[in-house]
């Protein structure tokens, strides 16, 4: 598969031993041949590094903290895992090692969810948006809601965001599908938080793969 894969740029300044590394090109090696026609066309870039503050500067901090306040260069250093982005060297998906490495194939399809929930239209996301998705998400933060408030593991935010199940958070959203994008390929993070609170999201996140996967035409 990696034959086919013409414009991918692979840039490693990370200290990721054998073992990452392996794990990593093993899931370049068995991407989908969508995902290949995909990095082709935007001639994507992955970027293997040990932290955020690698590859992001002060500017592109301050246009994401408008999300977020607590998303600071210390915070981010500690917490993210992954990222995907046009505005990182001319666009690129960045795994993290310091906080990815026992779960580098989860990250990677869950940036190339971000990937493909943006496809073609870098200012508004396609899947997370759409009124099916949106409605799953709702149903499944109502059905869940007293189980998520006294769930104090850390990742869970990352898919609440400022949620309730009467006001939903576009962020949480875009996290949520890009998660259950990941999932729907196997891909399991270190809790299976999808499983248990976002059943009816990765249900209408796999009908949407299934979607994409049979319509695109690149």
């Not at 073992?19 to 989908?32: A, P, V």
Request: charged share 25%; hydrophobic share 40%; glycine share 2%.
């Amino acid at each position: 598969m990696l034959k086919k894969l013409i414009n991918l740029e692979i840039k490693n300044i990370s200290n990721a031993n054998d073992e990452i590394l392996k794990e990593f090109y093993s899931e370049i090696h068995n991407l989908h041949p969508k995902f290949v026609e995909l990095i082709n066309k935007y001639n994507l870039k992955i970027i293997l590094a040990n932290k955020m503050s690698d590859v992001v500067d002060e500017k592109f901090l301050d246009g994401i903290s408008e999300y977020n306040e607590n998303y600071t260069i210390e915070n981010i250093d500690k917490t993210t895992r992954g990222i995907s982005s046009d505005s990182i060297e001319n666009g690129s998906i960045c795994i993290f090692i310091n906080t990815a490495q026992n779960i580098i194939g989860t990250i990677l399809y869950h940036e190339i969810g971000h990937l493909v929930d943006f496809y073609k239209n870098f200012e508004t996301p396609i899947f997370s948006t759409n009124e099916k998705f949106v409605k799953a998400y709702e149903k499944d933060l109502k059905l869940n809601w007293n189980k998520i408030k006294n769930d104090n593991r850390f990742r869970l935010i990352h898919y609440i965001q400022n949620s309730t199940p009467y006001n939903l958070d576009k962020l949480a959203m875009m996290e949520t599908f890009a998660h259950c994008f990941a999932r729907s390929f196997g891909k399991i993070d270190d809790a299976d938080i999808v499983s248990e609170y976002f059943i009816n999201c990765l249900n209408v996140t796999k009908e949407f793969v299934e979607e994409f996967l049979r319509k695109q035409n690149l």
